[in-house]
């Protein structure tokens, strides 16, 4: 729904949505600037880098990715005033060939980065096949890149310029780029400025320039191109413009309503320019659209070429940002229906081809019939075709898509064969049917025909049964066994009726076969799909997981399957395999960064993809939800001879593999979680049962050592400093046994929160009498806040966490230094920090200081029980706050810091009251 289509005029919140995704996708990915010609030589690249040393003249870290000047001296020199990223050298048949370096760019992280030529295509060996796989791999990773393209290389528009200029563009990019761009910037010049600059040696030098001008740079070619770039810009500043009034409805309504195409596509080749045509009608409208296409049982078996296109057809729907799909059935109107209501279709888009075909569009079996009598109010448009063209070798080889089913000699021997059989069938019912005619009858040899076409049927299907039944008419002439049949009009009549029965039966025996084929298809998936799930549900923990659908896979599906999987207690690192071992030829190393590039983009890589595609094994990222838990690799795999959706039967297996996967990680996390909580336990009740024996034993040695120190006078001085060494120790472990009982109870759960509102400096107060033995002769600085409100916190405790804090910063601090302490406060938390000027805190250790019995041992004097800590780390739980330690950064020392919850203070009395 519309906003206009809103009674009460609020916006649609299905918009809103979008908007607040597209919002949150923008802050996620980096910026991309696109400088737009409509031809080689109008300025791109000198309009890039003349935006680089804009942005660096601000500060900013501008850096050079690759930059292609072709000799033009301006172009270079405002590319040397920037500093330049060097380039990858890959060897390539004998030769070294310089490409943009992506891993480099990713470590030198500059914060614009300027990528020229964004259609080329990388050499062999790279880790995309195109740049503008590159770019996306920037975005994802938070770039912000400013690149140039022509608009002969968009992919919506590549069979126009065709047409216009006669020139095949090679490389072509996905118009979703344009899309996604933050910022378009028209670089134009005039047709006859550009000639002028080809004629002066400015875009191509020699005999090649010569050459441009006389094919590609025509006048009237510069024009058309120059208008389709204009016409490019100006849908981009529609867009912009109903964005604008969509974000700010109080500017003007936005019209019409959200309208969804569907388009048909078959393997013709033609279909090709019904997916760019529907791209057009569905940017036009401002809709959204789907691309399908419906296999049959036939459509299974159709020859590799067929296959290759239909997935060259979704290919380039998914490049123009459609949504695609394949489904399956024996109606193809039928199934185009059920899905264009399940997906509330508006329209629905069909090619009409050139020639006989066309007239029969109301043919009652033809697709376009079937959806103009259907009874829902669906828009039928029907988009003239271009005339049949050949399949280029090149274009079927350069389908990357391509997992259709090869016509493989086995499948061919099995064909032919089945004709042969067929044949024969036909031959051998005439041949009986001439024994036996004189026992049979007219109807009964009638009778046997329809048998053997009704069997060839069921055994072949609709092709052999059709060659049975023409073979035995032919035979039945050949024969002579028509010489007895009447041969009036109505006995003629009859005898094609019988054959025309014969004929249809045969041939819904054929269909009823091949409904039952796609039936079998759709129940050995599902049954696969079950067999894993079950196998998955009896696994227990990760490894037995991963044996379980290796196993699975290699019974059902017959590939090999091994797994990458990020260390245990975290999602980064080095990605481990498992099994350890694989029989791939490819080196380790690459096997690892396919995979490890796999988990970090959740996307495919290897075979059939373009990334990697050189590895003999498909890597396919395992996620669940948003998540990546780890890479599935398969090998021993030909996608080629593969069902011709298998590809998304396999992410559906690496997603159930990854859930369940996910539910063994939780599961040993609630195992090791249930293990500490036992031990702690454990320990806690042994640490207080031994701390509760220990009390009394150490009170009566330091009641004793006190006695005798009263009554020293004819001990010597030695006899007193032992005296004195007895009973500092003894305080000191009573000072220990009660902090263990202390976090005893606190982690039993059994201390309980008694919350006042103090002020901070009343409990500075009696933290300074506390820590004055610890702390003796210390210079102390505190900053409070002036409105640092009230704390509603247990006062006693809040005491214990600052005692504990400043006896840590004395002890591990200088005596000639000083203690800071400072407070302050936000909207939800009061911050209190205590600054010393010590020795800091080991690296890498921030957070184990905080468990029991973590100690850091410092470099002059002795360090403490290993238990202040933790008890104020208890504490600040308990009361819902945060504490962390971070070192200082340009002067020694640690920085401890702790949160409360800030909470509303109670009303000041009345007076009076």
């Known amino acids: 729904m519309s906003t206009e289509d809103r009674a009460d005029g609020r916006p649609d919140p299905d918009a809103l949505l979008a908007q607040v995704q597209r919002e949150e996708e923008a802050r996620r990915r980096g910026r991309l600037k696109i400088f737009l010609g409509a031809a080689p030589g109008v300025g791109k690249t000198y309009a890039m880098l003349r935006y680089g040393q804009q942005e660096a003249a601000k500060g900013v870290d501008v850096l050079v990715g690759i930059v292609e000047t072709h000799q033009r001296r301006e172009t270079q020199v405002m590319a040397d005033a920037l500093p330049t990223l060097p380039r990858a050298r890959i060897p390539y048949k004998h030769i070294v060939l310089e490409e943009f370096d992506l891993d480099a760019a990713l470590d030198r992280r500059p914060e614009l980065l300027l990528l020229d030529e964004l259609a080329h295509s990388n050499a062999p060996g790279s880790r995309h096949k195109k740049r503008w796989q590159d770019l996306e791999e920037l975005l994802d990773a938070g770039f912000s890149v400013a690149t140039t393209v022509n608009i002969q290389h968009l992919e919506s528009v590549h069979e126009v310029v065709q047409q216009i200029t006669g020139v095949q563009v090679q490389e072509t990019i996905p118009d979703r780029l344009i899309q996604r761009a933050d910022e378009v910037i028209l670089v134009d010049i005039s047709d006859e400025d550009l000639l002028q600059r080809l004629k002066e040696g400015k875009v191509y030098l020699g005999e090649r320039g010569q050459h441009a001008m006389t094919h590609f740079f025509r006048k009237g070619n510069l024009i058309a191109l120059r208008q389709l770039a204009l016409r490019l810009a100006a849908d981009r500043v529609d867009l912009e413009l109903r964005q604008f009034r969509q974000q700010n409805p109080e500017e003007g309504q936005r019209g019409g309503s959200r309208d969804r195409l569907l388009v048909a596509v078959s393997g ?43 997935w060259n057809h979704l290919h380039l729907a998914e490049q123009l940002g459609a949504e695609t799909a394949r489904l399956t059935g024996v109606n193809i109107g039928a199934e185009i229906l059920a899905y264009a209501r399940l997906r509330d279709v508006t329209q629905v888009v069909l090619g009409q081809t050139q020639g006989l075909r066309k007239f029969l569009w109301w043919w009652p079996g033809s697709l376009t019939a ?66 036996l005619g004189a026992y049979l009858g007219f109807a009964g040899i009638f009778m046997l025909y329809m048998l053997g076409a009704v069997g060839a049927a069921l055994r072949y299907g609709r092709w052999p049964s059709l060659i049975t039944f023409v073979a035995a008419v032919v035979s039945y002439y050949s024969f002579g066994l028509n010489r007895g049949l009447p041969t009036t009009f109505g006995s003629l009549a009859y005898f094609a009726l019988i054959l025309s029965l014969i004929l249809l039966i045969s041939q819904l025996v054929a269909r009823s076969h091949e409904q039952e084929l796609m039936a079998r298809i759709r129940e050995r998936r599902a049954r696969n799909l079950y067999q894993l799930v079950q196998a998955l549900s009896g696994a227990r923990g990760i490894e037995g997981v991963l044996n379980a659908s290796i196993e699975k896979l290699r019974q059902t599906l017959d590939v090999t399957a091994a797994f990458w999987l990020p260390p245990t207690d975290s999602t980064s690192g080095a990605l481990q395999m498992f099994p350890a071992s694989t029989e791939l030829e490819a080196p380790q190393r690459n096997l690892r960064a396919a995979a490890r590039w796999s988990f970090l983009n959740k996307k495919n890589a290897g075979m059939s993809t373009d990334t990697l595609a050189e590895l003999p094994a498909l890597f396919m990222p395992m996620l669940s939800g948003e998540r990546a838990l780890g890479v599935m690799m398969l090998s021993n795999i030909d996608l080629r001879q593969a069902p011709v959706d298998w590809l998304r039967f396999l992410e559906t297996v690496a997603r159930l593999i990854a859930v369940a996967l996910d539910s063994a990680q939780a599961s040993l996390q609630r195992t090791e979680a249930d293990v500490r909580l036992r031990v702690e336990q454990l320990q806690n009740a042994l640490l207080g049962a031994v701390s509760h024996d220990l009390r009394t034993p150490l009170a009566g040695v330091l009641g004793t050592a006190t006695t005798l120190q009263r009554n020293a006078r004819g001990l010597t001085v030695e006899e007193r400093g032992l005296l004195e060494n007895i009973r500092e120790q003894t305080e000191k472990m009573e000072h220990t046994v009660d902090r263990i009982l202390h976090m005893a109870a606190l982690q039993s759960g059994r201390l309980r929160l008694q919350k006042e509102w103090v002020p901070l400096e009343d409990l500075l107060v009696t933290v300074r009498e ?44 200088p005596s000639d230094r000083g203690i800071e302490l400072e407070a302050s406060a936000d909207d939800t938390e009061i911050k209190v920090c205590v600054i010393d000027h010590g020795y800091g805190v080991p690296p890498g250790r921030e957070e184990e200081i905080f468990l029991r019995f973590s100690q850091v041992k410092p470099p002059i004097g002795l360090g403490g029980s290993g238990l202040g800590l933790a008890i104020c780390a208890a504490i600040i739980e308990l009361h819902g706050g945060r504490i962390w330690v971070r070192n200082r950064v340009v002067v020694h020392g640690a920085v401890f810091c702790f949160t409360v919850p800030r909470e509303t203070e109670p009303p000041m009395p009345a007076e009076g009251d």
């Open 268 to 310: 013709r080749p033609e279909d090709e320019h019904l997916v760019r045509a529907a791209y057009h009608l569905a940017t036009a409208q401002r809709a959204d659209w789907l691309v399908v296409h419906v296999d049959t049982p036939r459509g299974l078996l159709q020859r590799p070429q067929t296959q290759a296109w239909i």
């Open 370 to 435: 079937h959806l103009l009598n259907s009874e829902r109010g669906i828009d039928v448009v029907i988009h003239p075709l271009p005339v049949k063209k050949s399949v280029p070798e090149d274009r079927r080889l350069r389908n990357k898509q391509y997992l259709g089913m090869v016509d493989t000699p086995l499948r061919r021997r099995t064909r032919n064969r089945a004709f042969v059989i067929s044949g024969g069938l036909g031959l051998a019912l005439s041949g009986l049917a001439w024994s």
């Open 770 to 813: 506390q820590i004055k033995t610890v702390c003796t002769d210390r210079p102390f600085q505190v900053r409070i806040s002036r409105d640092l409100p009230l704390l509603h916190v247990d006062p006693q405790l809040i005491v214990q966490v600052l005692t504990n804090l400043l006896e840590n910063a004395c002890r591990y601090t």
